[in-house]
């Protein structure tokens, strides 16, 4: 530490970082041992003065619809980045569920007494401080403090430039009312420079701060990965598949297809590949392409495909490992489930793959053998989802299989401890 | 990748690297859906061709202990890397261990069925590829090479050189028993060099590797977790504690003191400091310095402590924060369980710290408050073992909160993917 503090002293915005991280961990340690009931007053209360002081929060956040332009922002973002009284609203209304949820900390997750009379206990605990680092709309921020306080942890917010002043509202808003309900106040931080080297300063400052999670582009969720020494919970990209059996309902596997693809264009679990048995591949595709085309959808497909649907564009190796993020969806014909299988582990982001099927061994061989997050039979990708799940509230979606893999809500954030329970044994 | 290849072409090293971390892979897919009566049969056949091989080994065996004067082993170091038939028969029998393990792969950890009639269930699965890099005799490889492989893992095996030639028969043993029963003898390779820079390219390997697990001096473990690109499992040291509060029975604190210091001095779970608070100090104190003088131990104490015990030398800042591994203790006399607490987690490794009490309020405390994987009621720090807990192998500990804190058994070794069945369900 003494290398570091001599950094510290010139370079204030070090000095800046460091101070935070320190306080954060500091306010974890305390935060780790407050009663839910605690826990969830914080979250009732503060959701109680957001629906009071919406009118503040709006003209926060008017400094930010003002400034958008000059941040290059469309119409449609800025509309995006816009509070009315609806989503003040519905942003305490998110704290009223999380504070319904069970509390995670505490919880015995096994437990047994030994031979020799020892009474082991597996018990949960927060993880400690969580960096998160998102490019959202202002109602994150107050997600993700919900969701980082209620399971124990301090969290550090680094939000996007734009949606500054409406964040900075907010975080006083929760740290407020985090002191008044008996919560230290540093355990929601938010970041008050928008410099760039402040998320690079406190990647490097594992000694504080327990897991980061990147929330947005790819390019962002790189650069923390690349940087972090902490652990880091995220996913790069969601190219995810529908596959079409040779035992498929073809109604359902169109419903399936249209919904896994046009649901949401732009999200992660959006489908961006249709792969289909040939068995079905000259009754089927006609059908599903008539139905993406009625969706504005345009259609690549391997020259299997184009046989059957001759306006399709020619997919390239680049289409098959292409997220669009878009209007577009890469076909291609497979032999068999295991063909489908492979060729989704190869191209797949491991993050939501479906098959559509009524033959058991198909599902049980695609589900044991594809390597993604969530697996899903007869059913739409877009079901991946921390509140399709039950899991009640998410603050991301994990692709790793270390730690958390899949939507992650409380659990995922925290930790355990074994807590022994003896009467005098030593080891023999 | 292309980079990668190109320079792979160029560095033979590299390229055997590349290519060990790919077959790794490759079999780690086959082996996840491999069923658990074939890696029990894979288990139980090892045990049976190491007994039936024990010359062989011991010959194998002979070359290492004959090379081990050159390397600059002691005699004691030297005597712990030979085989004997009953070092043999005891790898054997740690391998019918694992194998009357219950498999955790395909456990159903967690499922629901949700209003729309998603049936989602949360399945255990393996990490993938193991990298165990380790400096220890060579029943480590088996048992490693165990307990990857019943929890569904490929394993990159890099033993210490001391150990070469017996490890590489042992390896090559367990990957001809895997082909024979139906697992890819792939899914245990040994490292067949001992150029350090082998170590370094694996590490940078997190496309085939998913996590690395170094078990030896803090150096190698500074190492592994400085370079690694996957995860790392590990713990860098174990300064453990034991503190004796006002309400302690101060026969059993003797007596746990003692076991936690004396029972094995160089390892991690020993501990290495005695808090004691100033209520039982003067009685105390000359008790258990008598008890551990007679062992041979050297006490460092605090003013407070050298009043009670004028024997004792001054201890420093620095042996408060020391990992001694050896017949040296440090003894602190504190106010409160709060400045226990305090301590413990300043100078502490996080590792396992034990309080001695009657007071349950203390326990809850002291338990609730010390951030450590392991805390002790009126038990030695001795216990914080995967045989101990329970786990019935062990791996390696982890003083790490992220993904596995605590001894690291088959459990430790999985992730988990969510498989959801459905009817055709679309998300609205």
């Keep these: 530490m003494a290398i570091a503090d001599t950094t510290a002293a010139v370079d204030e915005l070090y000095d800046y970082c460091l101070a935070t991280a320190r306080r954060a961990q500091a306010a974890s340690a305390e935060l780790a041992v407050v009663p839910g009931a605690v826990k969830n007053a914080w979250l009732r209360r503060s959701a109680g003065v957001l629906r009071e002081r919406y009118e503040e929060i709006q003209r926060a956040n008017a400094l930010d619809i003002a400034a958008a332009p000059s941040y290059g922002l469309t119409p449609a973002a800025i509309d995006r980045l816009k509070l009315t009284p609806k989503t003040v609203d519905g942003m305490a209304r998110a704290l009223e569920e999380v504070a319904a949820l069970q509390d995670p900390i505490g919880e015995t997750i096994e437990g047994s007494v030994r031979p020799n009379g020892l009474d082991i206990r597996k018990i949960r605990v927060p993880l400690g401080v969580v960096f998160f680092i998102y490019e959202s709309r202002p109602n994150v921020t107050v997600d993700a403090a919900a969701i980082c306080v209620k399971s124990g942890n301090a969290v550090i917010l680094r939000g996007g ?10 975080a006083e808003i929760l740290a407020a009312t985090a002191l008044e309900c008996g919560i230290p106040a540093d355990a929601v931080q938010l970041v008050n420079t928008t410099d760039r080297g402040a998320v690079g300063h406190f990647l490097k400052l594992d000694q504080y701060i327990s897991v980061a999670i990147p929330r947005g582009g790819e390019s962002l969720i790189r650069r923390v990965a690349d940087e972090a020494r902490m652990p880091v919970i995220k996913h790069f990209d969601g190219n995810c598949h529908v596959y079409v059996d040779a035992a498929a309902d073809l109604a359902m596997a169109t419903a399936i297809t249209v919904n896994s693809k046009c649901h949401r264009l732009g999200v992660c679990n959006a489908a961006e590949s249709l792969l289909v048995h040939q068995a079905v591949a000259a009754e089927f595709l006609p059908q599903v392409a008539a139905a993406l085309t009625a969706q504005g959808i345009e259609l690549r497909g391997c020259p299997a495909t184009r046989r059957f649907v001759p306006s399709a564009k020619e997919a390239t190796e680049a289409d098959f490992g292409a997220e669009y993020l878009g209007p577009i969806i890469s076909i291609k014909v497979v032999d068999s489930v295991l063909q489908a299988i492979e ?4 191209y797949g982001s491991h993050h939501t793959d479906s098959i559509v099927t009524g033959d058991l061994d198909a599902a049980r061989e695609f589900t044991a053998r594809v390597d993604s997050a969530a697996v899903m039979v007869n059913a739409s990708t877009r079901f991946n989802d921390g509140g399709e799940f039950g899991l009640g509230a998410e603050i991301g979606i994990s692709t790793d299989k270390f730690h ?24 023999q």
Tied chains: 1, 2.
């Design 343 to 346: 060729h989704i582990n190869r």
């Design 161 to 170: 430039k734009e949606a500054l002043h409406s964040n900075k509202l907010l």
């Design 404 to 427: 958390a893999r899949g939507p992650c809500g409380l659990k995922e954030l925290t930790s355990y401890k074994y807590v022994v329970y003896g009467t005098g044994q030593t080891r």
